[in-house]
């Protein structure tokens, strides 16, 4: 079920800066999700955007889908300490869901 | 809402051990998912049911492993007998269909269980 791809596979940026993280999949999708990881714990949904929707904003996330190209983006704008986590992206058909390998994030205080 | 429950969150076991792992998806939601993750493959599906049944299996590694649900509020995913190779996080995730998200599947994780088969 992991036919996503994500990159970057990590990224270590300072407390205050904006973190990046990119998502491409394969098949067509209805709708795009991204979820986030801490050490030992399950994953949480962060934000879902429909396949005919080009942005989204929740808090300080920022979500951006390009279905042309078969990519996602998720930003988080002014990091803090406490977004140090692995991202998953999981693109969505129908009931299923395929996830990208994720993205280690590290914010450096 | 206590969340999705899972038990035990750790456990070791010897080679040829019968683990059992259990989970208690939240109340109301009509879909489980078993995950298995791993450092070296990531998050896999293994199984996953609707309103009790049994719906895709197809992730299931091999025979040593199943997984039932005999109610809308309780599953389990059996290995017996467990190898070194199965050692691994396994999650329990549920969803409801299109509820808050019309037409898309969103989950609530489990805090996993941890398995170490020595």
């Known amino acids: 079920s992991q036919q996503g791809e994500e990159d970057p596979q990590a990224l270590s940026i300072q407390e205050g800066e904006n973190a990046t993280m990119n998502c491409s999949y394969k098949?067509?999708?209805?709708?795009l999700q991204w979820y986030r990881q801490n050490s030992g714990r399950g994953l949480v949904h962060l934000i879902l955007?429909?396949?005919n929707e080009r942005e989204k904003h929740s808090g300080r996330l920022r979500v951006t889908l390009d279905t042309s190209k078969k990519s996602s983006s998720l930003l988080i704008t002014a990091s803090r300490a406490a977004d140090t986590a692995s991202y998953f992206c999981?693109?969505?058909?129908?009931?299923?869901?395929?996830w990208g390998a994720g993205t280690k994030l590290i914010i450096k205080p | 809402d206590a969340g999705v429950i899972q038990s035990p969150r750790h456990e070791v076991t010897e080679m040829g051990q019968e683990v059992t792992l259990r989970c208690k998806p939240i109340s109301g939601h009509d879909y489980l998912f078993w995950y298995r993750q791993t450092m070296m493959r990531g998050l896999e599906l293994l199984i996953y049911f609707n309103n009790n049944v049994p719906i895709d299996d197809s992730g299931m590694p091999e025979d040593r492993f199943s997984a039932k649900m005999p109610n809308a509020s309780f599953s389990t995913l059996k290995i017996q007998p467990s190898e070194p190779r199965d050692s691994a996080v396994y999650f329990c995730a549920s969803s409801t269909w299109g509820r808050g998200y019309s037409g898309a599947n969103v989950l609530t994780f489990g805090a996993g269980s941890r398995l170490t088969v020595l």
């Open positions: 098949t067509s999708i209805n709708n």
């Open positions: 955007i429909r396949s």
């Open positions: 999981a693109s969505g058909s129908n009931y299923q869901l395929i």
